[in-house]
């Protein structure tokens, strides 16, 4: 309620603030005109600027003097020049760039920041570019954050190599993660799906945090991450990755995009790790990372039509994993192995039609997925098969004219998932047919999205989630963002948890299956400055997470049994996160952050604080590019407070005395020459080479009741050297659009 009230008095007391929102199109010698992505629009007085996104939109803050002039140019195209006036600011631009194809290309450059928040998006969206994701060897997803302060990355346990992120200090299962808006790493993903994206295939990351819209679904309750994949008719024309590090892993990527026709592009990715070497570099007998292979690959074709587009495709995926102990360690009977095979294959669709009436379309995005994952942890053995299914419907309008935009839409998701652990089964037909509506305003100085979806659970009946999200520019340079809304999903405890079977503690499975429900409130504020006439920024935010319901996974209650229990009412998650961005020369970028986490359940029969939830963490980057862009250099220093370490049992029969985590710090640095269309890179990980000593407990006993590969809180390898090479050929440019 008292969010509603503040938005409602923002919405009549804020004075009117100017800006423009506009769309850039191209037109060719045959007449034909398509949005224009990656134009440059600039204010030649106050300096600001912006580039077209994928539809050719951008959208700007006016200055408090005007009038200004706007010029607009992208290359192969005739510069535009316009007058920027007062009256501008309650209108939408349409601005038409003619082919140019007598002068020779004029190219003008506009740096951008490899990390941003969208000034225009009502949600808090942080965006990761790609060339933000350069700065880091980004072999694959769960690699892409390392550079990033909103998103935690932890290791599972010590024999698996398994990691699993985390947002606002929850667990990943409760942040939405979707591939082009369409649902990824759910069901049986949720475990070893972060390794089946190479991260050479991503274009472009947006973190959202809070409840995100409900066109995407009902799942976010701590966040979406949005994956945005390379574009068949914008990526290159020839794309190759070589890596290998001195841990043995090699990993070659290769991509390619290109136009069949002058309606139909292509785009194959391809991604191939290995690490063949047995690695053990505490002496404990156990392989440091599992050995193995991991193979993916996607195929995708996009049509431009003129009343209509699609794309489809699909994604493989195919990951080997083999750990445990030392294969030629000289063991007493049976040799404790961790045999892991995941297995995926999806195929996908869009589909986008174009109406008559101006501002009206329809979009229909389907996916059909077959997963599989069989797991050996010693005698303890998961296995998993997930049949998929989903379908969302939208149809965007408007109310009057472009200040009042509404979606409305249909959506299915049909789940078929079995599950074994030990003697434990969970076989689940879900079925969810939902629908939604989308309200969207948009003011010189307010925006307002508020939406409300209702779900229909064939085994658990109706349930709704309302979300709002506001969003008040107090001055030019300043941003108010707040936001509101209930999530919920339905938990799979064994493959959401499967690490947990890296020790021999019995699961007691909870005594039936609830939806867990959340609420999430909070808000962001963001602050634009210019320090020696260097543009910087400042960014707070805070979330408030509440669950109706959650299903607890209790490791304190017992040191013989891991105890599942449904949990209402009392669970919480606050974080709170401060940022700030310095460029103090023109080739150099600061970036600061502190994070607090304050996660709390009961545990033990006492509400506290979540084991291996650090509740401080600081985070600190530096970003070097030489003038001539030849050099580029890149250090990342994350540091970790204190977590809440979980009781177990020690050989000897004692409890362990000391229950929480040391504060350390990782240094992360690489360093790359660019050369022509080569680049080489070389870099290091953890290179203060801090290693967290006996992550096993009883590793000389891994059949005992004491063995525990799960009490893991830092790296468990000391430091890590790697090197690349990355070669690249160019999409040509008269081939990125329709001739």
């Known amino acids: 309620m008292k969010l509603i009230l503040f938005i409602i008095c923002a919405l009549w007391f804020g004075a009117a603030h100017g800006q423009i929102k506009g769309v850039v199109v191209g037109q060719n010698a045959d007449g034909k005109k398509e949005p224009l992505y990656g134009a440059k629009v600039h204010l030649i007085k106050s300096g600001r ?40 600011r309650f209108t939408g631009m349409a601005i038409t760039l003619f082919s140019d194809v007598i002068l020779p290309d004029v190219i003008v450059e506009y740096r951008k920041s490899s990390k941003n928040i969208s000034r225009m998006k009502v949600l808090h969206v942080e965006e990761i570019t790609e060339q933000e994701l350069r700065k880091a060897a980004c072999c694959n997803l769960s690699e892409s954050f390392e550079t990033n302060a909103s998103v935690d990355v932890n290791v599972t346990d010590a024999v698996s190599g398994a990691k699993k992120i985390q947002m606002m200090g929850l667990d990943g299962v409760y942040t939405q993660i979707q591939m082009e808006n369409i649902p990824y790493l759910r069901g049986l993903e949720s475990s070893f799906g972060l390794g089946s994206i190479p991260g050479t295939w991503i274009q472009s990351i947006q973190i959202t945090k809070g409840t995100g819209n409900v066109v995407n679904g009902y799942e976010s309750m701590a966040g979406l991450i949005n994956l945005e994949i390379k574009k068949s008719q914008q990526m290159e024309r020839l794309y190759l990755n070589l890596y290998v590090n001195r841990m043995g892993r090699n990993e070659l990527n290769f991509n390619s995009g290109f136009r069949l026709n002058e309606k139909w592009s292509s785009g194959w ?44 495709g699909f994604n493989a995926h195919a990951d080997n994993k083999i750990g445990g102990q030392l294969s030629r360690l000289d063991v007493i009977g049976d040799r404790y192995v961790v045999d892991i095979q995941s297995r995926h294959i999806d195929v996908f669709a869009k589909t986008g039609f174009f109406m008559k009436k101006p501002y009206n379309s329809i979009g229909v995005v389907y996916n059909l997925k077959y997963q599989t994952v069989d797991a050996g942890f010693g005698p303890r053995v998961f296995q998993g098969e997930e049949k998929r299914g989903y379908v969302n419907a939208i149809f965007d309008g408007i109310f009057g004219n472009t200040d009042h935009k509404y979606k409305v839409g249909v959506s299915g998701v049909y789940s078929d998932i079995s599950q074994q652990v030990d003697s434990l089964t969970q076989n689940r037909l879900e079925i969810v047919p939902g629908t939604f509506f989308e309200y969207t305003m948009t003011t010189s100085r307010h925006s307002l999205v508020a939406g409300i979806r209702g ?20 001055t030019e340079y300043s941003d108010l963002r707040a936001t509101g809304g209930k999530g919920w999903r339905v938990p799979n405890f064994m493959i959401d948890n499967v690490s947990l079977l890296a020790n021999n503690q019995a699961w007691i499975a909870p005594t039936e299956t609830l939806p867990e429900v959340s609420w999430n409130f909070g808000g962001s504020f963001v602050q634009r400055f210019k320090l020696f006439k260097r543009r910087g920024s ?18 304190d209650l017992s040191t013989s049994s891991i105890t599942f229990s449904n949990f209402q009412g009392g669970s919480y998650s606050n974080s709170f996160q401060a940022e700030l961005t310095l460029r103090p020369f023109k080739t150099i970028e600061l970036r600061f952050a502190y994070k607090y986490l304050d996660v709390r359940a009961e545990y033990g029969g006492i509400v506290q604080q979540q084991v291996m939830v650090p509740k401080h963490r600081g985070f600190a980057n530096l970003g070097h590019v030489s003038r001539n862009k030849r050099w580029e250099f ?16 020690l050989p000897d029969g004692s409890v362990t005395q000391v229950n929480e985590s040391e504060v350390f710090a990782i240094v992360n640095a690489q360093i790359t020459h660019v050369y022509k269309k080569w680049d080489f890179y070389l870099g290091g990980e953890n290179l203060g080479n801090y290693r967290q000593d006996n992550p096993i407990i009883d590793a000389a006993n891994p059949f005992s009741n004491t063995f525990n590969a799960n009490r893991v809180w830092a790296p468990i390898f000391g430091m890590n050297i790697y090197a690349g090479i990355r070669f690249s050929i160019e999409q040509p440019e008269n081939l990125k659009k329709n001739k």
């Not at 053990?280 to 007998?285: H, R, T, Y």
């Not at 659970?457 to 979300?467: D, E, I, S």
């Open 269 to 312: 990715l391809a991604h191939y790790s290995s690490i063949p070497l047995e690695m053990d570099g505490n002496g404990d007998g156990f392989i440091d990372m599992p050995t193995g292979l991991n193979f993916s690959v996607m195929n995708r074709y996009k049509y431009e039509g003129e009343k209509m587009e699609a794309q489809f």
């Open 538 to 555: 400042i960014v707070f935010d805070y979330y408030h997470t509440l669950f109706e319901n959650q299903l607890i996974v209790d490791r």
């Open 634 to 649: 890149d250090i990342t220093t994350s540091i970790f407070g204190q977590a809440r370490l979980p009781e177990v049992m």
């Open 455 to 474: 779900d229909y659970h064939n085994l658990y009946g109706f349930q709704y989630a309302p979300r709002v999200h506001y969003k008040y520019a107090l």
């Open 49 to 88: 600027g912006d580039i077209t996104n994928e539809n050719g939109e951008f959208e700007l803050i006016l200055p408090k003097e005007l009038p200004d002039t706007m010029v607009v140019w992208a290359s192969g195209y005739y510069n535009d020049t316009i007058v920027v006036t007062r009256e501008d």
